[in-house]
């Protein structure tokens, strides 16, 4: 029977959310014992846990089918080794969101990334970062460091840095500013370029399928709800992203149903308001846990 295999980080940000994301897919496996490979139990799919700057590379050579890894990794490798092509974007998965972002000392005068043009900046992308400079004109010379990329202004090696920020603690902590964001990134699921055979074409397809349906629950809601049944239009506009929602009549009462629905958008305080104003009682929201459309 054919496989797939897919490659997630080892440990870091990323490692517990790509195995919970696809356990969330029905994928169970068997671990073995040096951890770095695990068997697919229920499903022909099995686990690399590698290093993630490795990821791409054994995308694009083939030693897996499958990868999740951050776009900003993915696009540093592709630029650093084909020149920004080799690997396929499948899906976008809505975790470990970060921006490549320009920082300067806080005494610094520039006020944006053209500010910069000539200046030494420091960057673990240095390719990533090299491009994106060039498409707003900007010529820097990069100075390629492994980890600790805020320190270098401070040790007189670069006049600004480009580094991954999510709250931008480690900047203040080293009295830096952010100056430019470069590049939003987030986990994404990504595949080597190039067509799959039928057979594990087929089984990519399925997982995508099930992959999709974790992900649309994971933003939708499911809503009940008693309403007026002369105010069903009002409150259905109401609902964000909501499909035609089912209705039942309440016994004993037929001026009055109850609403179902499915949305497919975030609900705020504000949105319950407003469906209480249009006359809804009685409203229950809560998540799904799968979904299929």
């Known amino acids: 029977m054919s496989r797939i295999r897919v490659a997630i ?47 791409p590379r054994m995308l694009m050579d083939g030693v897996c089918e ?18 920004g092509t080799g690997l396929d974007l499948l899906r976008k998965l809505r975790f470990g969101g970060c921006r490549l972002s320009l ?3 806080e005494d610094s005068t520039a006020q944006a990334a053209k ?48 580094d991954l920020v999510s709250t931008g603690t480690t900047l203040r902590a080293n009295h830096l500013r952010e100056l430019e964001v470069l590049f939003e990134s987030t986990a994404a699921l990504y595949c080597g370029a190039g067509e799959l055979p039928d057979d594990k074409q087929a089984l990519l397809s399925r997982l995508l399928m099930r992959l999709d349906g974790v992900l ?42 109850a609403l179902h629905a499915v949305c497919r958008e975030t609900l705020f305080w504000e949105h319950l308001e407003a469906l209480k104003a249009a006359g809804a009682s009685a409203i229950l929201v809560m998540p799904v846990e799968k979904m299929l459309a």
Request: aromatic content about 4%; glycine content about 8%.
């Open 66 to 83: 499958l990868g999740i890894v951050g776009e900003n990794i993915a696009r540093e490798v592709m630029l650093d080794r084909n020149g």
């Open 115 to 162: 500010d910069l043009d000539g200046a030494r900046i420091a960057t673990s992308y240095p390719a990533l970062t090299a491009h994106l400079l060039k498409e707003k004109g900007v010529t820097a010379r990069i100075v390629e460091l492994a980890g600790s990329v805020e320190i270098a202004p401070g040790l007189g090696t670069a006049e600004a840095i480009a």
């Open 216 to 257: 649309h629950a994971a933003e939708s809601k499911y809503v009940m709800l008693h309403a007026p049944r002369d105010a069903v239009q009002k409150i259905t506009e109401l609902l964000p992203g909501a499909e035609q929602p089912t209705l039942l009549t309440l016994e004993g009462n037929s001026e009055r149903v």
């Open 103 to 105: 920082a300067v000392p």
């Open 9 to 55: 980080q080892k440990s870091g940000r990323l490692s517990e959310k790509s195995l919970a994301l696809l356990q969330n897919c029905g994928l169970q496996f068997a671990r073995s014992k040096d951890k770095l490979f695990w068997y697919g139990q229920d499903f022909p799919v099995d686990l690399l846990l590698v290093r993630d700057d490795d990821i």
